[in-house]
């Protein structure tokens, strides 16, 4: 069955960087999609980054406008993973970040990883 599994959210003072990564199993993972999305307490959940599949590691990227030039979505088909560099955090990142493929017409989601912007 089709799993995700983050890991690398944490404590981090604001202008800080993470690094977020998805280990996936259970589908041809280089052959799809792979989304990072985020949900703030009494927010809904929103897109945060995209990244298509690719023939090699790399694929093309969408972006939210509010992390744009401070985040990276990257992609390693060899390893079933895919990655989010967060740069220049701030408070308003703090969030769950969920990882998320859509796969035979479903939905599927990881349990997510808390990342924490405080000083």
């Known amino acids: 069955q089709v799993q995700l599994v983050e890991s690398g959210g944490g404590l981090v003072q604001p202008g800080g960087s993470l690094r977020l990564s998805c280990a996936a199993s259970g589908f041809t993972f280089s052959s799809y999609t792979m989304s990072w999305y985020r949900q703030a307490p009494g927010k809904e959940r929103e897109l945060v980054a995209r990244?298509?599949?690719?023939?090699?590691?790399?694929?093309?990227?969408v972006y939210a406008d509010s992390v744009k030039g401070r985040f990276t979505i990257s992609r390693d088909n060899a390893k079933n993973t895919v990655y989010l560099q967060i740069d220049s955090l701030k408070p308003e990142d703090t969030a769950i970040y969920y990882c998320?493929?859509?796969?035979?017409?479903?939905?599927?989601w990881g349990q997510g990883t808390q990342v924490t912007v405080s000083s």
């Open positions: 998320n493929v859509f796969w035979a017409n479903m939905n599927y």
């Open positions: 990244i298509t599949r690719a023939g090699g590691s790399t694929g093309s990227t």
